[in-house]
T-cell receptor, first 114, second 119 residues
Framework: DAGVTQSPTHLIKTRGQHVTLRCSPI?????VSWYQQVLGQGPQFIFQ???????GRGNFPDRFSARQFPNYSSELNVNALLLGDSALYLC?????????????FGSGTRLTVV | AQKITQTQPGMFVQEKEAVTLDCTYD???????LFWYKQPSSGEMIFLIY??????QNATEGRYSLNFQKARKSANLVISASQLGDSAMYFC????????????????FGTGTQLKVEL
């Protein structure tokens, strides 16, 4: 079985641009969450989606948005990129929204904003 | 206040020795879960071990064990017989629903401990 897959693996964008990151969860997992990990810190929660509905949002500006598709894959969109958005973006999938079985993380997308 | 505190930014251990990575947490919710993840330099977060707040016994997974002291709100990770491949960043995390209005849950992570295993 494939694990959590994220694309692209690396990305370089210019300040002010828009970016879309993609995630495919493990087959059978209905919940997808997004985390931002700035260098030297632990991951910070951005969103959780379950059954195509937003179930939680972290303390991030409205420039960050996400959605989940009928096949449970997900996109994270960031508008008007700032230098501070440079980070590793991790997608995590789980069976349920309660995280009773924890998460499986993808390898992440490393975003550099210049 | 920090929800998850990891006070050891870096640790060294000799190969084949045991090492303890510290984690304390803060919550008023009687139902919570504690996780440990390993993050090699490649970036992927690898699940190691889980402890539920109502679990009576300390969790164990192979060479990993969790020293859960509920009254002290600590959940230290013990790695026995360290191997060179254990060199990585280790994160403690707590599952919580605080601040989420849609019924979801999230993991709140500590700042991590960089472990280096030496010959």
């Amino acid at each position: 079985d494939a694990g959590v897959t994220q694309s692209p693996t690396h990305l370089i964008k210019t300040r002010g641009q828009h970016v879309t990151l993609r995630c495919s969860p493990i087959s059978g997992h209905k919940s997808v969450s997004w985390y931002q990990q700035v260098l030297g810190q632990g991951p910070q929660f951005i969103f959780q989606y379950y059954e195509k509905e937003e179930r939680g949002r972290g303390n991030f500006p409205d420039r960050f948005s996400a959605r989940q598709f009928p096949n449970y894959s997900s996109e994270l969109n960031v508008n008007a990129l700032l230098l501070g958005d440079s980070a590793l973006y991790l997608c995590a999938s789980s069976l349920d929204q309660d995280l009773n079985y924890g998460y499986t993380f993808g390898s992440g997308t490393r975003l550099t904003v210049v | 206040a920090q929800k998850i505190t990891q006070t050891q930014p870096g640790m060294f251990v000799q190969e084949k020795e045991a090492v303890t990575l510290d984690c304390t947490y803060d919550t008023s919710d009687p139902s919570y879960g504690l996780f440990w993840y390993k993050q090699p330099s490649s970036g992927e977060m690898i699940f190691l071990i889980y402890q539920g707040s109502y679990d009576q016994q300390n969790a164990t997974e192979g060479r990993y064990s969790l020293n859960f002291q509920k009254a002290r709100k600590s959940a230290n990770l013990v790695i026995s017989a360290s191997q060179l491949g254990d060199s990585a960043m280790y994160f403690c995390a707590m599952r919580e629903a605080e601040g989420l209005t849609g019924g979801g849950n999230k993991l709140t992570f500590g700042t991590g401990t960089q472990l280096k295993v030496e010959l």
